[in-house]
């Protein structure tokens, strides 16, 4: 039992809370320095690609996934989320608000007319070419 009923919704900070806790508890603190979490968190990242390495392109909703497989799935998703979560704590960034001024960013960045429905990367190049 996780203590998290199947409706609720979890927060960052609820992660980041129970993370805290958790390093606490088994005296982790000192070893979660930026540098070590970050290269815990690229392990798990590795992990995570080694589900997909071979697999080819697969389908929103992974309908011809096993059971089994989903739920490796969302464990090593997982993994990645909680040291993300952990090493942005550890920085001192409020990672929900940093991660909704990026998509704010990238607005402009990105605007729709010149993007909506294609996958190039706007340049300097293509941005002139695009708007005049």
């Not at 952990?86 to 990238?106: H, M, T």
Request: glycine share 10%; charged share 30%; proline share 3%.
């Amino acid at each position: 039992m996780t203590g998290v009923l199947e409706e609720e919704g979890v927060s960052l900070d609820h992660l980041k809370k129970k993370m805290a806790e958790f390093a606490k508890e088994r005296d982790w603190d000192q070893f979660h320095s930026p540098r070590n979490l970050l290269l815990a968190l690229v392990g798990e990242v590795g992990e995570l690609s080694e589900i997909f390495q071979w697999k080819g392109e697969v389908p929103k909703g992974l309908p011809d996934w096993k059971e089994e497989e989903k739920v490796h799935l969302g464990e090593e998703l997982s993994d990645v989320l909680l040291y993300l979560v952990r090493l942005s704590d550890i920085c001192g960034i409020d990672l929900g608000k940093a991660a909704l001024r990026k998509v704010e960013l990238n607005a402009l960045k990105y605007p729709v007319a010149m993007c909506k429905g294609s996958s190039k990367k706007l340049t300097t190049n293509n941005i002139g070419a695009e708007s005049g």
